[in-house]
């Protein structure tokens, strides 16, 4: 689009399908793409597939033995395209001077199996040189940031635990020194989770006129904008209630994409210094029209103390209808990652659910973002702590809304969440239906055939099958599921290589065994992002095979 407005016109055609695109000097573009790696031969024929690596596929990014995701310099006036990351490298993060001269990068660089750690490299776009900062073997760097001339900011993570948050660091590119920061316990960036997120931005900016870093982080069940100093002394900056998705700065103006009260994703002016630091000025109103013309239901939040020995915040989305004194079905939700969170941002299946005469509640059970690593450390407790958290949460709200009926609630979840729900129908009677989507029911396969499964699953299960069969196997839904009474929706798509259409195959196979009503729906063509960005005749299908199975077992309206 031009500067002064009118339309948009074609500029350049890259020949990747570019994960991110930075300008440089002299009509050259920096590209993130995954490329076929130049030393090895295709690991897909029109025929059939080769692996020889793990990961063999990735989520969202196909099958991917011989691939790396790369960066390349493209050049606009040749049409040229030049991979400068070494051959085995997986680029995970990367940055560009603000002269645009050097560019420095991290991923894992591996010939057969990947791994967790990675080295740091910084390019010279004049010389073409490569300079390798910080070598591999220490920990996995991420959150790459160039601090004004010859510092850099980054975060490293080692993966003893997997509730383990990152610490902070410096590089001094004068004398090659790594200073590590205070530990401020959290990840920087969004990680409330949500079905509508549209937009984006940056995570980190560094600006130069105050001499601060900006980041997204997390608390409790918002995210918010913070500024740390050299020294690693934060200030927030902007945290009202609900989520920031992206942002970029310049000077003391921020623009940001932020989902604010049950508003959709909207362009924000903040002007900081300004109204305590609050937007000051909505710039956009997409989603208006929408919510002038459909009932949206607020959630309501009560906090509570905990057999846990915490805290506890639950959230209770009352019935688009809602009368006191009635008799209502509901829904327990359960969140993914698990070390994601949730808020009240807007949610549009929960919604669906509120508009259908349902409660629907949920709650960020130990295992979730937002609190601190000691909060997220569920390593090999998975159906353990999560699970007695989610039992007494439900309590929780039966004593908040005597109007929900018990006999009438359902469980449904996606991810981790649909382990949960797997989880859950095996342990408990209490519910009178599950919908179970992308779901995990045995980590005896599940470590072994997706993507993140033989390091991520690893470290949170606590062994290998061939290590501790037990184990891993007493982790695994599957093991309680001929004792499902609870009729179970498996929604699943057939390229999800996080959560692999195996289990949800399997654990489908079990409850039908167990003469218990299950169905399962698998979708064509989709992945492990179908309910946030499939196809949307995909995505509508997906809701209504919700909505209909908990018609039929809890009697909720169409």
Same mark, same amino acid.
């Given at each position: ?180 920061? &205070?530990?401020?316990?959290? %990840?920087? #960036? ?7 997120? !549209? +937009? @984006?931005? $940056? /995570? ?114 009352? &019935?688009?209808?809602?009368? %006191?004194? #009635? ?7 359960? !969140? +993914? @990652?698990? $070390? /994601? ?131 891993v196997w007493a982790a695994s839904p599957l093991s309680s599921a001929s004792k499902v ?74």
């Amino acid at each position: 689009m031009l500067p002064d407005g009118g339309e948009a016109a074609h500029y350049m055609t890259i020949p990747v399908k570019a994960e991110k695109i930075v300008p440089l000097a002299d009509d050259k573009f920096l590209v993130l793409a995954v490329a076929q790696r130049p030393d090895r031969s295709p690991a897909a024929a029109p025929d059939y597939y080769i692996f020889e690596e793990l990961p063999f596929w990735v989520n969202g990014k196909g099958i991917y033995s011989s691939k790396r995701t790369a960066l390349s310099i493209y050049d606009r006036r040749t049409n040229r395209l030049e991979q400068i990351t070494p051959a085995g490298m997986d680029v995970t993060s990367f940055s560009v001077s603000d002269d645009s001269c050097r560019a420095v990068f991290t991923g894992p660089e591996y010939d057969s199996i990947r791994g967790t750690t990675t080295a740091l490299y910084e390019y010279n776009f004049k010389t073409g040189r490569i300079n390798c900062l910080i070598g591999d073997g220490r920990y996995s760097i991420d959150n790459l940031c160039y601090m004004g001339g010859e510092q850099l900011f980054f975060t490293g993570t080692t993966f003893e635990r997997m509730g383990k948050n990152p610490r902070y660091y410096i590089y001094d590119q004068i004398n090659g020194t790594v200073r590590q920061l &205070p530990f401020c316990d959290m %990840p920087i #960036g969004n990680m409330a989770g949500s079905d509508v997120y !549209l +937009g @984006g931005g $940056k /995570s980190l900016v560094y600006e130069a006129a105050h001499q601060r870093l900006y980041m997204l982080h997390t608390s409790w069940g918002n995210t918010g904008l913070a500024a740390m100093d050299q020294d690693g002394v934060f200030t927030d900056v902007c945290m009202s209630p609900g989520v920031i998705t992206g942002f970029d700065i310049r000077g003391s103006r921020v623009v940001m994409t932020a989902m604010r009260g049950q508003h959709l994703a909207e362009l924000y002016l903040l002007s900081e210094g300004e109204d305590g630091g609050e937007p000051a000025e909505r710039l956009t109103g997409f989603n208006d029209d929408y919510l002038s013309t459909h009932k949206i239901s607020e959630p309501v939040s009560f906090t509570y103390e905990s057999c846990n020995g915490y805290v506890m915040e639950g959230y209770v989305i009352e &019935p688009a209808d809602y009368r %006191p004194g #009635g008799r209502y079905p509901a829904v327990l939700e359960i !969140l +993914g @990652g698990p $070390k /994601s969170v949730y808020g009240k941002t807007f949610f549009h299946e929960m919604q669906c659910l509120a508009g259908q005469s349902c409660f629907v509640f949920y709650t960020n059970p130990r295992g979730s973002a937002g609190r601190g690593e000691a909060f997220a450390d569920i390593t090999e407790a998975f159906g353990k702590d999560d699970f007695a958290d989610l039992m007494e949460f439900t309590d929780q709200v039966f004593k908040h809304y005597p109007d929900i009926d018990p006999a009438r609630v359902g469980i449904c979840g996606g991810s981790y969440g649909g382990f949960m729900c797997n989880w859950m129908v095996g342990h408990t009677d209490r519910f009178r239906a599950a919908v179970s989507q992308r779901s995990i029911s045995n980590y005896l396969t599940k470590m072994l055939y997706t993507d993140i499964g033989y390091y991520v699953n690893r470290l949170q299960i606590g062994a290998y099958p061939w290590e501790d069969f037990d184990q891993v196997w007493a982790a695994s839904p599957l093991s309680s599921a001929s004792k499902v009474k609870t009729p179970l929706l498996l929604i699943q798509s057939d390229e999800d290589y996080r959560c692999w259409q195996g289990d949800a195959i399997q654990m489908f196979s079990a409850v039908k065994r167990a003469k218990t009503p299950a169905r399962l729906v698998l979708f064509h063509g989709e992945n492990h992002e179908l309910s946030r960005s499939g196809k949307p005749h995909n995505r509508i299908i997906r809701l209504k095979e919700l909505q209909a199975w908990f018609h039929q077992y809890l009697q909720v309206k169409e």
